[in-house]
């Protein structure tokens, strides 16, 4: 039962246009959501993460909405560059069940110059 | 030191056989997660350990066993090697989760 999905498994984008990364989920326990980028042969790296009380939070070219109605949130990248192509991870936790990521399959996104 | 090493970075073992991976992370990282990452999927949870202590595990069989040590070092080990196995393992390490979780480059181990 995957209880992360990210039902795009890729996204090609011109260089300059907005990236749109979307993941659902079905555990209603998740407290917090984290997006993970992950380049070849290296581990994942930090992006943005959003707490299930906001709705929005934004850091730079990266922001990220939740709906919890919907159990869907999205990565929204802002103006997208080369260097932005990897594979983008969401990710989910439960604050009390000791923090372990619960991640999604993962999409690959390719930003042409 | 900073960051989070991962040793080996590729390993090829025979089915049957028995592998230990190696963790160092940050100094003050109490929490130390493994996971792991078959092609083309996410990464999965293993177990976590804080401060030398198992405190949470994934869908694992016993076989998948680890350690943590007081230097901020660990070790997953599998036994009984299946081809299944095969795939990137990730150690991930943090002073304070939720934000804080740094991960290694991974060990890509091929059973065969």
């Known amino acids: 039962d995957q209880q992360v999905k990210q039902n795009s498994p890729s996204l090609s984008v011109q260089e300059g246009r907005i990236s749109i990364l979307n993941c659902d989920y079905t555990n209603s326990m998740f407290d917090y959501f984290l997006w993970y980028k992950k380049y070849p042969a290296e581990g994942p790296t930090f992006l943005i993460s959003?707490?299930?009380?906001?709705d929005k939070n934004e850091d730079g070219r990266f922001t990220v909405f939740l709906n919890k109605s919907a159990k869907h949130l999205s990565l929204h990248i802002v103006p997208s560059q080369p260097g932005d192509s990897a594979v983008y991870f969401c990710?989910?936790?439960?604050?009390?069940?000791?923090?372990?990521?619960?991640f999604g399959g993962g999409t690959r996104v390719l930003v042409k110059p | 030191e900073t960051g989070v090493t991962q040793s080996p970075t590729h390993l090829i073992k025979t089915r049957g056989q028995q592998v230990t991976l190696r963790c160092s992370s940050q100094s003050g990282h109490n929490t130390v997660s493994w996971y792991q990452q078959a092609l083309g999927q996410g990464p999965q949870f293993i177990f976590q350990?804080?401060?030398?202590?198992?405190?949470g595990r994934g869908n694992f069989p016993p076989r998948f066993s680890g350690l943590q040590f007081p230097n901020y070092s660990s070790e997953l080990n599998v036994n009984a090697l299946e081809l299944d196995d095969s795939a990137l393992y990730l150690c991930?390490?943090?002073?304070?989760?939720?934000?804080?979780?740094?991960f290694g480059s991974g060990t890509r181990l091929t059973v065969v």
């Open positions: 350990y804080y401060r030398e202590e198992e405190n």
């Open positions: 991930a390490s943090s002073p304070d989760p939720p934000y804080g979780y740094t």
């Open positions: 990710a989910a936790l439960i604050k009390a069940a000791g923090n372990k990521l619960t």
């Open positions: 959003i707490s299930s009380i906001k």
